[in-house]
């Protein structure tokens, strides 16, 4: 990795993306939550620098070197994991949808996690790279545990679906072992009546 972006990714990663994610939404329609009295962003034009990141990293013409690329990722990811764990813990346990704060900050956390998934690929990540492909999965686990956490927040249901699916195109046969986990907790909320339909 050369100079430059060494001074670029080190700029993404350890100032530009943490101040992103404190940001509020940028140009977006809110939905309305589970329980419809919060407003999480459906789509944020801040958060694609995540997206932007990640591509970088999975350009092996960029970053020529695997160990690069895994400490460029775990870098990423490691921070984006711990915001979820720690807005859990936020949460009062006997709480099955969480407060609006909390559920907007892990919404626009699983957003970022599944944009610097998107650039890489299952044979990168399973045949070339299988280090990559652990640390992807880290962010997956992430919202499983979210959904286990809060299983009766329909927005977070939604990101966490979403996360999934582009889970499939990254991880390929990797995510098998996690899908009946992850099945059974896609459907295992009670119905939720849904306050966006009136």
Do not use: W
Not at 25 to 48: E, K, M, R, V
Not at 63 to 78: E, G, I, K, P, R
Not at 122 to 145: E, F, I, R, W
């Amino acid at each position: 990795v050369g100079p430059l972006m060494e001074r670029l990714m080190t700029t993404l990663i350890h100032h530009a993306l943490p101040s992103i994610l404190l940001m509020g939404p940028s140009t977006s329609a809110p939905i309305s939550s589970a329980i419809g009295s919060c407003s999480i962003s459906a789509s944020d034009d801040h958060l694609y620098a995540f997206e932007a990141a990640g591509l970088l990293i999975s350009c092996e013409d960029i970053v020529t070197s695997s160990d690069s690329q895994s400490a460029y990722l775990s870098a990423l990811l490691s921070p984006l994991c711990s915001r979820v764990r720690d807005a859990l813990d936020q949460v009062q346990h006997q709480d099955q949808t969480g407060p609006s704060r909390v559920v907007d900050q892990i919404s626009r956390t699983l957003v970022a996690i599944g944009h610097v998934s998107k650039g890489f690929t299952p044979t990168q990540v399973n045949v070339k790279y299988p280090h990559l492909g652990a640390l992807l999965q880290s962010g997956l686990d992430c919202s499983l545990l979210v959904l286990s956490r809060l299983p009766l927040n329909r927005a977070l249901r939604s990101r966490s679906l979403a996360l999934l699916h582009l889970s499939v195109d990254t991880l390929g046969q990797r995510i098998f072992p996690a899908l009946p986990s992850a099945l059974m907790l896609m459907l295992g909320g009670e119905e939720i009546p849904d306050t966006t339909a009136a």
